[in-house]
């Protein structure tokens, strides 16, 4: 599978971007996605995953919970991130990545985009 993540920008703090991950090379219904992010001098965290098609769940970490969106077009093969009320701690470098289970854990992960830029100002 591969993956091309797209969508990242400089944005002021209560503003919103979406970002999108394509993907290519294989079914990528059959995957989980999630997104992940990694800011200066700090390790990759989580940010949100959800399920392959055929299921439904959707896990957000606490500090976007309720702010950003994952959801998937699976006729597009693709994956998105609505981010809104951004806030300056958001920004980031985010990186869609693909797995065959559902999870928080960026070693469950076989397959990783590029990443794209988020930057919040004050």
């Known amino acids: 599978v591969q993956l091309q993540a797209s969508g990242g920008g400089v944005v002021q703090a209560g503003g919103s971007l979406r970002l999108s991950c394509a993907a290519s090379?294989?079914?990528?219904?059959?995957?989980?996605a999630g997104w992940f992010r990694q800011a200066p001098g700090k390790e990759r965290e989580f940010v949100a995953s959800?399920?392959?098609?055929?299921?439904?769940?959707?896990y957000y970490a606490d500090s976007v919970k309720g702010r950003f969106t994952i959801s998937r077009e699976n006729t597009r093969q693709v994956v998105y991130l609505q981010m809104n009320n951004l806030k300056p701690e958001d920004t980031a470098v985010h990186y869609c990545?693909?797995?065959?289970?559902?999870?928080?854990?960026?070693?469950?992960?076989?397959?990783w985009g590029q990443g794209t830029q988020v930057t919040v100002s004050s």
């Open positions: 090379g294989s079914t990528f219904s059959t995957y989980a």
């Open positions: 990545a693909a797995s065959r289970f559902i999870s928080v854990s960026t070693s469950t992960y076989d397959y």
């Open positions: 959800i399920s392959r098609s055929d299921d439904t769940w959707a």
